[in-house]
Each structure stands twice: as C-alpha cells, then as structure tokens.
C-alpha cells in the first residue's frame, strides 16, 4: 500500500477562513497489513507519541459503532514485538473494549525514524487539535532530528506557533514539569507562558503555584503578574515561593467563605502588590484621599503619573454636551486647593 504524506493546516484569515495545504515530505512508502495481537504491542508512550491527557470515551464509542477507520501504523521490534508509530489512542481504545487483535499496517524494517514521526505528525494533524503539551512533545521529539532554528522556521507554523526561539523554549520546556502541571497547562488552566518559567523553581515551588492558580479562576495576565511579585518578594525578602503562597494574608483570602472566585483572584492580587510595592501603594492611598477631599465633579478624574515618577498628570473629564463640559470646567475653576494636587501623594510619606 502506497501512501503519500501531506499536511493540511487551516488557517483562519481576517476576513474568511482558507485551506492551506503545504508538503512536509511527498515520500512513497509500503506497508503490510497484518492481523496483530493487542497483547503483542508496546502500548507504553514511545519516541512517536504525541498523545497526552486525553479522554477515550468518544473513540471507544466510535469504535463500538463502526469498527476502526484508520489502520495503526506499526514497526517491528526484535523480540517479535511492535512499536506504535500512529494509532497510539485507538490501541488503548481497543484494549479497554477487550479487543484480542486489530489490523495493523506493518512498516519496513529500516523505516527512518524520522519519517515516522511526521508520519504520525500527520495522522494527528488531520483528525484532532494538540493541546499545548503535546506541540511540546512533538517538538522536543523533533530536536532529535532537526535544529531548532530549522524548528522555528518548518514546524511551529505547522503547529499554529508563533514562529520565534523564546516560543519553542516555552514549549521545550513543559517536558521537564511534573504531570500535575502539565495537565493544567493541557487544560488551559496554567498558562503557558507561566509554566515556561517554572523549570527555574524547583519542585515544591512549582506545585505550590500550580495550586494557587488552579485552585481559582485567575486570567491568563493575572497569574502571569501574580507569578513575578510571588519570585521577586520571595527574592528580595530572602523566603521561598512556599513562604510567600502561605502567608495568612493569602491564606486568609483563599478561606473566606464570603468571597466567591474572581473576588478572591483580585483580592490577592491586590494583596501581592501592596506586598511588593508598598511605597507606591501608599502614595496612591494618600493621593486618593487628597483628591476626594476636594470633592470634584462627578465623572472627573485626576490620574498621578505611573508609579509617581513623572511630572505630567492627567484630568479626564466624561461630559455629554458642552453645557456640562462647560460646568463642569466651571467648578473645577473655583475648588479650593487644587493648586496643591501634585503634592496630595508626598503628605503622608513626608509627614
């Protein structure tokens, strides 16, 4: 049996979506069909896997229905025994129904190794959508193969990457975490760029931070703010991660029952940064005052310089004709001690 490997990505334009089909490699192989035993096959993860926190239920129902559409590809082993190269997951189906055997497309003997990969590459490519573990494995597997300037260029397209170095490292890196936190980042529940970031901490440290974010509902930017004040207090401070997460303000915020999900979130983050700039949270509580105290317009708002560095505020005034643009400027001109509002931050600090 002749096969020809392509791959197929769909690419979704600004205006409408399009089919882009580019060649990896339009190389003709044969294959054997064989009846082989479930029992027969290495179903432990392989150096061609690319399958990780998956559910089989969908398949299994598929199989029960219609049998399997897809032959696994496979290559012999020594001992008579054989390896996946494609099919991972509808194996593992086959074995949980308690199928005896399946028919198999035997590789050649000396089939490339590589040429397996984007064999198997391809097979996932056209029937389902990786999640972001496993483009890391399907990267990191390429490594063995390619450089990763060759990498970037041919591949994280393929995989709706973007096409840079620190992005592959990112990806790269996921292979080194433990399944916990892999599984969250499988989920979309860590982010990426967090999880990239890891590796640097070690293993209790990570845990602790994968529980943290997984445990609420943090945005994607949030836990990636979260994460920088949680390693610069604990360098600065001389603590750990761990001592940083536990402290009972935090803990505090994560057991009040009267907080729901997101409160919590913004409770902590406000938390985390007073933590870790604490002058600049002062200023802006004694800036606040002081421009409460003037007691100006409704719907006008007077905002420092950012973290009271500059020498340029800014007033912002919503009005909806210019009869109220007009009071409302009007006031502003006759409010006592506004000549004094670029001081209104400095009074505590100095006082």
Not at 10 to 31: E, H, P, R, Y
Not at 126 to 133: A, E, G, I, P
Not at 308 to 332: M, S, T
Request: charged content about 25%.
């Amino acid at each position: 049996m002749y096969k020809k490997i392509l791959i197929h990505i769909l690419i979704n334009g600004a205006d409408q979506g399009s089919f882009l089909q580019v060649v990896m490699m339009k190389k003709l192989f044969q294959s054997t069909s064989l009846q082989v035993e479930i029992s027969d096959i290495d179903l432990n993860p392989g150096p061609f896997c690319m399958s990780f926190n998956f559910d089989l239920d969908p398949l299994k129902a598929s199989i029960e229905r219609f049998g399997i559409l897809n032959s696994p590809y496979l290559l012999s082993n020594s001992d008579g025994s054989f390896r996946v190269v494609a099919g991972y997951q509808r194996l593992l189906a086959l074995r949980e129904l308690s199928w005896s055997d399946t028919v198999c497309q035997i590789l050649p003997y000396n089939f490339p190794p590589f040429e397996a990969l984007l064999l198997n590459l391809h097979d996932n490519l056209v029937h389902r959508r990786l999640n972001s573990v496993e483009k890391g494995m399907v990267l990191h597997r390429l490594t063995c193969f390619l450089t990763k300037e060759e990498i970037v260029t041919n591949f994280l397209p393929i995989l709706g990457i973007p096409s840079n170095r620190q992005m592959l490292e990112q990806f790269l890196c996921l292979e080194e975490l433990e399944e916990t936190i892999r599984i969250s980042v499988a989920m979309e529940r860590l982010s990426l760029r967090v999880a990239g970031l890891m590796s640097s901490l070690g293993r209790d440290e990570r845990l602790r931070i994968n529980d943290l974010f997984v445990s609420l509902r943090w945005s994607f930017n949030l836990q990636w703010q979260a994460f920088l004040w949680i390693t610069e207090i604990a360098g600065r401070e001389g603590r750990s991660v761990r001592e940083v997460i536990d402290d009972k303000r935090i803990v505090a915020i994560k057991e009040n029952g009267k907080m729901n999900s997101p409160q919590k979130v913004r409770a902590i983050v406000g938390q985390l940064r007073k933590w870790r700039f604490p002058i600049i949270v002062e200023y802006e509580g004694s800036f606040k005052k002081g421009v409460s105290d003037l007691s100006l317009p409704s719907r006008v708002r007077v905002i420092p310089p950012q973290f009271f560095e500059g020498l340029d505020y800014k007033l912002e005034i919503d009005f909806r004709d210019g009869k109220e643009l007009r009071e409302k400027v009007e006031r502003l001109s006759h409010i006592d001690g506004l000549e004094e509002i670029a001081d209104f931050w400095k009074v505590k600090h100095n006082g």
